[in-house]
Structures are given as C-alpha cells and as structure tokens.
C-alpha cells in the first residue's frame, strides 16, 4: 500500500492521485506532452488534432489518459477557455450517434449543465452552445472502436460532421486495436486521427517503471538491484511473460523479492481473473476457424507459419491465409517481429499471439483449479532455484513454487534462457535444445531464418540479442560450449551431430570464424576420443594462433582432460606438460591460467599414481590462489581440495582430512548446502573418513551427497555413478555387504551401457564388486570379474598402471584363497 | 518559417495550411470565368483541408461557405445542412435570412437546431432545397460571388439513395445540377473523394446530372510546397534535417501532404537529434511494413473490395501488372474497358498516349510493398 492509501501494485490509475501518476509515470512523456500541445492549440485556435491512442488492455492507456484528464482540469483551475468530458471506460450503454451525445454532454464537467436535450440534432446544438460559451470539450473516449462499431457507417458519419463542422469537441481517444472502422479507406474515420501506437514496453522503460514504484514503496534494495546487470538480465527473462505491458510490469512489481511472492500470486490471480472474462468474450466473437487458430497460437510457445499451422489444423491454406489476416486486423495475431524475418520469402510470414496474455483465457479454463502456467513461468525465469526452496510461504504459493523448482529441475527453455541472459544456470539437462538452437543458428549462417524463428520465444529473443551484441561468432561457440559442458568428457551419442555440424560451419566460413569453428571442431573431436583427427584439426587451426592464445591453450587442456577419461594419461600428461611450459614462458608466476594449466597436470599426475608428483604442484597452486583471491574463491577451494585427494592419494590422511573439512564448510557457506562443488567436497571428505577406518562417519555424508546427485543430475549420470560407487565403498568397509553389492551392480551396469565395457571408471566399478564378491565369499565370480577387468586394465592402461597392478593383486589373492577352499 | 506539428488527419487551422497556391488560383479563375468546380481527389490527398484554406479566402470578390454533407442520410437532412450552414453565413443578405426564417426553425439561434418548419414540411425537400439557394441567390450583392463549396457529396448521395432509393437520389442531383445553371451570383464546388461514377451508378443517374462541372485536380503538392511543409514540420517536431533529409522527406512521400504529415508523426515519435537522408528512408520503409501504419496509406488496396465488388479481382490483377511493368498499353490491359475507366477515374491509374501507368509514383511503391510483388 502506498502512502496515498492506493495500492501500487493493482495498479488503477482512475484509483490514483494526479501527483503519484505523474511520479508513476515513465517512458510515454513525448506522446503526453504532444497531446497537451494538441489540447492547448484547439484552446487557442480552430485546430483540432484528435489523437488516438492504440496499445492492448494494459498497454497504459488509462494511466496517459488520466493524466491528460488531470493536467486539462489544472488548466480550467487556471482559466484555459476548455471543458471536459471523461467517458466511462467501459461503453456498454454507448450503442448509437445518439448515446454517444448524451454521455459527453452528461460527463461535461464544468457550470451548471441545464437540461440536457433529448434528441441527437439538438444534443449536438447544445454541445455547440456549450463550446461556444466555454471553450472547446475535450472528450475523452476509451475503446472507442467498440463506439464505433456500435455506431455504424452512419452514426460514423455524422460523428465525424460534427467534430470537422463545428469543432467544439477535440477527442482524445483510445483504441485497443486500429480495426476497420478506424482503417479502411471506406471508413469515416479513415486517417482521421493522430495515431500513437503504445508500443510495448522495452527492458530498459520496464526498468525504469519498476525502479519508480519501488522508489515509490521506498524499498532501496530492489531500486539498486534493478540497476544492476544481472537485475535487467533478470528483466529481459520475463519480457516475453508480460507483453510489454506497464500494468503486467506493475503488478510484478509487488513480488520482485520472495518476501512478496504470496502477494503477487494473490494480484496476478485476480488480475488474470478480471482479464479473463474480456479474453473470453473476444473470443466468443469468433468464427470457429479463427477460435482454432488462436487456441493454436496460444498453445505454441514459437511463432507459425501459415503453411505449418494448416498442416496442424488440417485446413485449406487459402482459407487460413484469409482467417489469420482477419485475426491481425481483430488484434488476436500479429506477425512475429524479430530482426531475422527479413531473410524470409516475403510471402511467408511468421504469427504469434498478439498479447500474450491472452493465453490465460485458455489456460484459466483448462487449469480447473490447479496452478496457471503463467504464473509458473513467471517464478521459474524470476527466481533462482537457491530463492525458491528457502521462502516461508502460504499454501497456495507454495503450489507454484514446488510446480517453479520442479520447472528447474526439468525445463531446458528456462535453463538456455536464463545462461543466455548471464543469471545462475538451472539444473534441467539442455542439450537436446542446444542441438536444436546450433542447427538454427548454422541455419540463419545460410539466411533460412525458419528454424530459428521456431524456437520457443524466450530463447530467440535472448538469442536475437545476442545476435546484436557480442554477434553471431560469439553466440554459436556459447551454444557450443554450453553443450560441451553438459556432455562431459565421455563419448557420447549425441556428439555426432555436433561434430557434423561443426565440420558444416568450418568448412562455410573463412577468417577468424573458420579457426574458431576449426577449434570448435578439435575440441568436440577430443569428446568423442577420436583423438587423432582431434590432434590434426588442432595442428591444422594452431597455424591461425599465437602459440600463447587463450583459446588454443583451452582447446589443448580440454583435449588433455578428455584423455584422462578415456583413461589415456601417456598421451593426456605429456600434453598438459607441454601446456604447463608454454604457460610457464608466456604468463606470469600467477597469472590464473597458469594456475589452472599447473591444476591440471598434478591430476593427471595423480591419477597416473604419480601423488608424490602431484602433491608439490599442487601446494604452491594454492599457495598461489590464496596470495592473490580471498581464501573462500572458488578457484582457492578447488585448489584445496585436489590438495587434500593429493594427500590421500599418497596415504597423508592426516593432512587430507582437515583440508578435506575446511574446504567443505567453505563452500557450504559460500555456494549452499545443495551445490554441485559442495557436493563434490562432501563426497570428497567422506572418502577419507572411509580410508581413515571411519566410515560411520562417512556413511551419512555419501547417502545424502547421493540423494542429492539424483535428484540434480539423474541416476545415470556419471557423478551420480561415481557417488554411488563410493556409498558402495563404504557400506563395505562398514561390513554392510549386503548393501554394498545391490549398489555396485547397479553401478557396473549403468557404466558399462552408458561408458562402454573399457572405460577406467566401468573397470573400477568391476574390480569393486568382484573384492564385495570375494568378502562374501562369492569367490567364483569375483575371479570371473577380475580377470576381465585386468585383461582391460592391461589393454587400456597398460601392465604397469597403479589400477591395473592392484587388480593384479586381488586376482592373486582370490585364486589362491579358491584353491585353498577347494 | 513558422513550425508545424504533424497532423496526419483531423481539422487543420487554415492559417497553418501550406500551399495548394496554384490550385487556389486556378479555382479563382474558373470561378470567376463562371465555372464550377469538382474536387475528386482520392481521400487524404488534402481536399478538406483545400475547402478549408480556399473558404478563409476565397480572393477578391468572392465570398465562400463550406458546407459538410458527411452523414446525411435523407434529402431532407442534406437541406437542413444546407440551410444551417447559409444561415451561419455571416454576410447573408437580410432578406435571405428573413426567408430561411420563413421556411425553418431555429435558424437565428445558436442554441438549434434548425428544422423544417411544420408549414412547409409538406413540400419536397429538393423544392425547400431550390427555393432557399434561390432566395440567396437573388438577393446577393451585384459585386459579390458566393461560393457554395459542398463537401462529401458522394457519401451523401450514396446515402440517400440507400435510405430514400435510387429516385430520390437522382431527384436531389438533378435539383444540384438545376441550381448550378441557373444561379447567376452562385458558384460551386463539388467536392467528395467517392468517385462520382460509382454513386451515379448506384441511383441509376448519367454522367449528364455532374458534367458542367470543371475538374480541379488537386493531386500531390507542387515540389516547392512540399519542401515548405517538410521543412516547417521537422522544424516543429524539433529534428533538424540534414540536406537531404527534407528531399527525401518529399521524394518518399510523393509530396502528398498526408503521407508527408505520417513521416513527420513518426519521425517525431521515433527519436529526437538531427534527421538524415538516411533516417526518412529508414522511417518510411518502416512505415511500409507496419500492417496497421501501412494499412492507413495504402488504402487504394482496401477501397478495391466494396466498389468494384466481383470485377475487383480482376482490378487487382490490372493494378499488378502496370505496377510491376510500369506502363503498359492499353491494348495489353487484358480486362473489360469499364474496370480501366474506373481505375482512372478512381485515380489508381492514368491513361496518356494510349498507354497506362500508375498515377503516382508512391502509391505504386506502396501498393508493390504491399502485395509483395517484385
């Protein structure tokens, strides 16, 4: 509630003081001002500039109008010779020339207004009478198309007379929509008025009218944080929610933190019920072909073309073609505006609901009681996942909330929305749309915009801008990079198609775009441990590139990385050798680069069996991070905790431990308790308890880091695996075999389908249940599992490896212990 | 230079009215040769606004009333109009008003309105109609000419033929026409942006009630005035124009004063600073491709529909192929004679040479753009 006693949030400008509306008031001035202007020359002049003002429910219209109302009656208190009438807005009584008389002359606010006449011809006389004493009426007029529909050609007619004969009345008027009445050439009022179409609001005007309520609210928080990067990121996600609608902006302005948000589902719900009953009636205005198709656009969450929205409606495209043009000119469609629509064949044209809020009057009718999707939408792009789990709200909201996190969780659009707008990624897998994004993009490279304008709108508005700045380069290895981080370092089906593409794109640019593509290309290759082409795509590119470039350098260690996975550490440790020298010639003792580069090989060194190696590496890199970051930065508490497994690895539990421990009460504070790093650290510090003798402790740790994994990343996703092979673990050394094995098969059996039969971590996972196997005394198919993994171990890590010596070892052990039964 | 606002449509202050000085002078002369004058124009080529200027001064020895004829339905209104618009007249000769007051009601009073007055509401309102221009006519000054300037004729017409039927239409054309003939102190302007021929055809009337009327063609302005209007308007919206932006401001538009004022409205909307060449292509090709912007100047492709009813496919077909060719011959035009003649009556098209083109320039742009032919 404001301070006038008037809520900001529902937001009713005919509810609300000339001052807060003036204050409230943003980004629409220069049309005001110029219809003042227009007021103040029929004032002084014969001139009569009517205005018409044309934007959807909610576009402003009121608020402008208000304004104009209040700013005219200021002139009348300064004796300005004009009068007013202000029309209700709803004309439902309005039906001929001769209501439409009638309500003016009954709304003139000024003197004594006498008897006013019956009959239209002598309303009209009266009116001029009027006018003729006390200056010209300003009349203003809302939804006047619906007047005019009301009045017919005639009563268009005559209206028009009267306002060019005897110019008594100036009208300011508005319109949801320019329909035929205000349009044809056969019309009337054809080109009568001064049009002004209230364009949507844009980011920066949203901005500006939130920071003005929240001003107004006196709540200095959100007025900073709006004025941030990452508040109008946060913005540009919602835009497609609201339409560009300022009354839309308002009401979300009540629910901008989550201390609001059982307010906000409270106004959005009643303002979606107040809008409902419009939509509906609309509706019920049209054909039943035209119904179809706005029930089909509000269902889509992209653009269509006639062709395609024929196809699904199984209808003539003739006849559609007609439908759809009526529907632009009724106000129900619109032909999608993006800056790549000019590349279409000019008779192909793409439509889209023309407000999106009119959505609701299918999905209010469709929700039957449960949560609208709107409103769902609202919280998934609006709110982070951290925001939504950790509020205290009431039952409703928590509804929504509960539908919001699982949005997180599994919806790929609100995740490739909110990484292209820079806010915190989400937790839904994005791949499949990234393919689909990468195969627009590559699309539009070769000027067929189709694909692209079919993605779901809030991802190719934050594409298109993108596309503006930083530019198309930019944006595609974004996409690419994205879809490298999900899939990992481990082959995978989906790599392919990327790598098809990639090759596409190379092959069509040329410059600075080919090397980038041609880099691209090395590093997918690597994924897909197709290791030689990967080596001379990347010689081939390197050409291009100072031996010193970052993106070279980041190609190299990714390629490294990926031969650590594909269990390759004699090809992965000399390459991030040679990239540790190259950074140690170019870079300074601390550059960060070389930091990470320094990171990479003591792993590598670790997982060679080499922790001696790792382990002076490692200290002076966090020694390092912590002379030039605060001791809680990520990069510090990645440092730390490779330190810590260093120690491990070389049986120093004793100084693992206590990095172990320090390094997850950092991030638990800094990331959060549920955080893919803080999950990591736990699982890291419960391992060492497990090596320690202590897996009491340890148990606890690894049964909620695993439930987290699950519910984060899926059951079959490779940390997930990991997680639970190391529950496995320590369910083992605490005798609870029983437990154990039930998890190791189910581990081997997801890593052999997902990560083939020869990959390390498949064979770890054998050699872990063949040792459950062997405690148990299942000793035949422990020996079974042995001697396939060290037959792989040898072929893929060869005789000498650490891992495969181990496996040796318990082999040994095993046939010996069987011989022995025997 | 004084500065303008745009003002796309609505009612002009006369005083802020550029140009149209030759079409002024025209009219004088043919008024005083005594002619009388038809204005058909297509709609928002600047009629009213015309009517509005040349009635503020009709020059030396002229006295004019404009009289609008929108949204009468019945003979009746269309002498009520009439009659109120004389009576307003603030030179009417006394005796003229004695006899308006003897035929209706509430003439002297602005409080209105007029109305037939019971005695004489028995008689025809075309005989109330030619009884009142008379009694004008005859008591005029021997020095003066008044100038009767009527305004959306057609519309009118149309209307009573559809309220009154086809007779009383043609009745109240042929009591105009009578009235012209006689009328030895009156001049007149028929003004109305519905071609003529579609209303004649709609009361069955011949071109024979309309053809002592001398065509005024207004068309776009003349090259200078348009620069003066451009130039008044960019400075009334603040936007300085480079030396090419006025050209290109009046090359765009075809100097047609309504599409020179929508420039100008969204110049003045879109943006603030110093306007280029550049800026006005910018701002038309957006203007194009705005449905409803494009819609409200391209209404040549809307008017076809309901006055060439089931001959409009085969119009539109004619309009496509002289706008992709540019001109074509008349022998090529490949449809009925009557679709060409309304073409250029309607002034979509002219005929000169015995070939046929577009008659403006922008327009053939527009309607290119708009039926996305290349």
Not at chain 1, 328 to 334: C, N
Not at chain 2, 63 to 83: M, N, P, Q, S, Y
């Amino acid at each position: 509630m404001n301070a006038d006693g008037t809520s900001l949030s529902r937001f009713t400008p005919s509810l609300m003081s000339h001052e807060l509306l003036e204050r409230l008031f943003v980004a629409r001035r220069k049309t005001l001002d110029a219809v003042i202007a227009r007021i103040g020359a029929a004032a002084k002049t014969p001139e009569r500039n009517h205005t018409l003002l044309v934007g959807p429910r909610g576009a402003g219209k009121t608020h402008l109008v208000s304004l104009v109302y209040h700013r005219v009656k200021n002139d009348l208190e300064s004796g300005t010779a004009l009068q007013v009438s202000w029309l209700p807005e709803d004309p439902w009584t309005i039906v001929s020339y001769g209501h439409l008389l009638a309500a003016i002359a009954e709304r003139l606010e000024s003197g004594d207004q006498g008897d006013i006449p019956q009959s239209p011809a002598k309303i009209e006389a009266y009116l001029n009478e009027r006018a003729h004493e006390g200056g010209p009426i300003v009349v203003i007029v809302e939804n006047l198309d619906q007047i005019l529909g009301s009045l017919g050609n005639e009563g268009q007619q005559q209206l028009r007379h009267l306002l060019q004969a005897d110019r008594s009345l100036l009208l300011i008027a508005t319109s949801t929509r320019l329909d035929r009445s205000l349009s044809d050439q056969a019309s009337p009022f054809y080109g009568f008025f001064t049009t002004t179409r209230l364009e949507p609001f844009s980011v920066k005007e949203a901005a500006a009218m939130l920071t003005t309520i929240a001003e107004e609210r006196g709540d200095d928080d959100v007025v900073a944080y709006l004025a941030t990067d990452e508040g109008r990121a946060r913005l540009r996600t919602i835009t497609h929610l609201a339409g560009g609608q300022p009354r839309i902006w308002a009401t979300l302005a009540s629910a901008l933190t989550v201390a609001g948000l059982d307010e906000l589902i409270n106004l959005l719900l009643t303002r979606f019920d107040d809008l409902t009953p419009y939509y509906q009636e609309q509706l019920s205005r049209l054909s039943g072909q035209q119904r179809l198709v706005v029930a089909q656009l509000a269902e889509l969450d992209h653009p269509i073309n006639v062709v395609e929205l024929a196809d699904r409606l199984g209808v003539d495209q003739r006849s559609l073609g007609k439908t759809m043009s009526e529907l632009v000119d009724r106000g129900w469609a619109s032909p999608t505006t993006s800056p790549v629509t000019e590349l279409l064949d000019r008779r192909r044209t793409y439509y889209e609901l023309a407000e999106p809020l009119a959505r609701l009057s299918f999905q209010i009718k469709e929700s039957r009681g449960k949560p609208l999707a709107l409103i769902v939408e609202f919280l998934k792009s609006w709110f982070d996942p951290a925001d939504l789990g950790e509020s205290e709200v009431g039952e409703v909201t928590a509804e929504y909330l509960l539908l919001a996190s699982a949005g997180h969780d599994h919806d790929p659009i609100i995740a490739v929305t909110r990484r292209l707008h820079r806010l915190p990624v989400t937790r839904a897998p994005e791949l499949a749309l990234l393919d689909e994004i990468d195969e627009a993009l590559g699309r539009l490279r070769e000027k067929d915009p189709e694909p692209f304008l079919q993605l779901p709108t809030p991802v190719r508005v934050a594409l298109e801008e993108q596309l503006e700045t930083p530019g198309p380069i930019f944006v595609r290895v974004e996409i690419h990079e994205a879809a490298l981080g999900e899939v990992g370092h481990t082959r995978h089906s989906a790599m392919e198609s990327w790598i098809t593409r990639t090759v596409a794109w190379m092959e069509a640019s040329d410059g600075r775009e080919r090397t980038t593509a041609q880099l691209m290309l090395a590093e997918w290759l690597g994924r897909a441990w197709r290791f030689d082409e990967a080596e001379e795509v990347l010689s081939a590119a390197a050409f291009s590139f100072q031996e010193d470039d970052d993106a070279v350098l980041g190609v190299r260690d990714s390629l490294a990385h990926s031969y650590r996975e594909a269990g390759r550490l004699d090809r992965a440790i000399p390459l991030y050798e040679e990239t540790l020298a190259i950074c140690e010639r170019v870079l300074e003792a601390d550059d960060p680069n070389r930091l990470v580069s320094r990171n990479n090989l003591a792993n590598a060194y670790r997982e060679a069996g080499r922790a001696e190696d790792a382990i002076p590496l490692l200290e002076e890199t966090l020694a390092a991070w912590e002379r030039i970051l605060d001791a809680d930065d990520p990069n510090a508490l990645v440092s730390r905790n490779n330190l810590a497994s260093a120690y491990q690895d070389a049986g120093h539990l004793d100084q693992a431990i206590p990095l172990f421990e320090i390094a997850l009460g950092a991030r638990e504070r800094v990331l959060g308790a549920s955080h893919p790093d803080t999950l990591v650290s736990r699982n890291n510090l419960a391992n060492a308890y497990r090596e320690a003798g202590r897996a009491e402790d340890a148990i606890p740790l690894l049964e909620e880091t695993l439930a987290a994994w699950e519910l984060l990343l899926g059951e079959n996703h490779s940390k997930t695996l990991t997680s639970r092979n190391n529950l496995a673990l320590a369910y083992g050394v605490a005798g609870r075999l029983d437990e154990a094995i039930p998890l190791f098969e189910s581990t081997l059996a997801v890593r052999e389908r997902v990560l083939g039969v020869d990959h390390p971590n498949t064979l770890t996972s054998r050699n872990n249940l063949a040792l459950a196997y062997g405690t148990v005394g299942r000793l035949d198919e422990a020996i079974s599992l042995l001697e396939s993994a060290l037959a792989a171990y040898e072929r893929v890590l060869g005789a000498d490896h650490p891992n495969t010596l181990v496996a040796h070892k318990n082999l040994d052990a095993y046939r010996a212990a069987a011989r022995s039964d025997v | 230079m004084d500065p303008l606002l745009p003002q796309p449509g609505s009612t002009i202050d006369p005083r802020n009215a550029v140009g149209r000085r030759r079409t002024t002078e025209r009219a004088r002369r043919e008024l005083g040769a005594g002619n009388n004058l038809a204005l058909n124009d297509p709609r928002r080529m600047g009629k009213t606004v015309w009517l509005d200027l040349f009635c503020a001064d009709p020059g030396d020895n002229f006295e004019a009333i404009k009289i609008d004829f929108e949204g009468v339905r019945t003979c009746e209104e269309f002498l009520v109009r009439t009659a109120t618009a004389l009576s307003k007249h603030q030179t009417l000769p006394a005796q003229a008003m004695r006899k308006l007051k003897a035929m209706f009601d509430n003439v002297e009073i602005s409080g209105g309105p007029v109305t037939v007055k019971v005695g004489v509401s028995t008689r025809a309102s075309t005989d109330l109609l030619a009884e009142t221009v008379r009694s004008v006519d005859d008591h005029l000054d021997d020095e003066i000419s008044l100038v009767i300037a009527m305004d959306e004729v057609p519309i009118a017409i149309g209307n009573i033929a559809s309220n009154e039927g086809p007779n009383a239409a043609n009745q109240l054309l042929q009591t105009l026409r009578g009235l012209r003939r006689s009328g030895s102190k009156l001049r007149w302007i028929v003004c109305g942006s519905v071609g003529f021929h579609h209303i004649l055809r709609q009361c069955d009337a011949t071109e024979g009630v309309i053809n002592d009327l001398v065509n005024l063609p207004l068309g776009p302005m003349e090259h200078d005035e348009a620069q003066e209007l451009c130039e008044r308007l960019l400075i009334g919206i603040k936007r300085e124009g480079d030396e090419g932006a006025v050209e290109a401001l009046v090359t765009h538009s075809g100097s047609i004063p309504f599409l020179i004022h929508a420039l100008a409205h969204r110049l003045h909307e879109s943006g603030t600073g110093q306007i280029s060449a550049s800026d006005v292509s910018t701002a038309f090709a957006d203007f194009m491709d705005d449905r409803d912007d494009s819609r409200a100047v391209t209404h040549l492709v809307t008017r076809l529909e309901p006055l060439y009813g089931e001959r409009a496919r085969a119009a539109e077909t004619l309009l496509d192929t002289v706008a992709v060719k540019d001109s074509i011959q008349v022998s090529e035009a490949g449809c009925k004679d009557d679709i060409l003649t309304d073409l250029c009556d309607d002034h979509y098209l002219v005929e000169r040479g015995g070939a046929v083109r577009w008659r403006y320039n922008v327009l053939q742009r527009i309607w290119m753009h708009r039926r996305r032919l290349k």
